[in-house]
């Protein structure tokens, strides 16, 4: 049973965009790094979950895009649908792009660098997502990078933070 999203309050376009991570327990445990980029959720599938940890470079692989209204949701995505299983919103927030294409996402998801400061309640401060050629073309992998700032911290492991940020749940692993 899915948990009821909040009803978000109507946009002004004077906010910056939002973000999400979704911690996604499918067939393997992942997280769901998500951007509102264009009217929709550009994504990136983060096998082992983002770092603060400035040295460390996480695999981040690029699927479909998602509505927007699939920011803040939780719950479980039935057996047999594609990504069953249980999906909790592990961190969200607001960011802006700081380059290398000015504050235009679009641009810069083109250019294939994106630089972007979060907003979140775990995430916080200056990233990079990078495309690389990695994967020989089967599919569109990136990396994303924690910069060194203050919100920067050594050895971190995503999951040292369970729980959702959205209602405190912590789900038990499945299977």
Not at 14 to 40: C, M, S, T
């Amino acid at each position: 049973m899915a948990t009821a999203i909040p009803e978000a309050a109507p946009r002004t376009g004077a906010e910056r965009p939002r973000f999400a991570v979704q911690k996604h327990w499918a067939r393997n445990l992942h997280y769901d790094f998500r951007l509102e980029i264009g009217g929709a959720l550009v994504s990136w599938a983060v096998p082992k979950g983002p770092s603060k940890d400035p040295s460390v470079k996480r695999l981040a692989i690029h699927v479909e895009d998602h509505p927007l209204d699939y920011l803040l949701f939780e719950g479980a995505l039935p057996e047999g649908d594609y990504g069953a299983g249980e999906v909790i919103v592990w961190d969200y927030g607001e960011f802006e792009v700081v380059g290398p294409a000015g504050e235009d996402a679009a641009a810069a998801l083109s250019e294939g660098v994106m630089r972007i400061v979060l907003y979140g309640t775990k995430l916080r401060g200056e990233w990079t997502i990078l495309k690389t050629k990695m994967g020989g073309g089967k599919r569109e992998n990136w990396l994303l990078q924690k910069m060194q700032d203050e919100f920067a911290l050594a050895d971190y492991d995503p999951e040292s933070e369970p729980a959702s940020a959205l209602t405190g749940k912590v789900p038990q692993r499945r299977g």
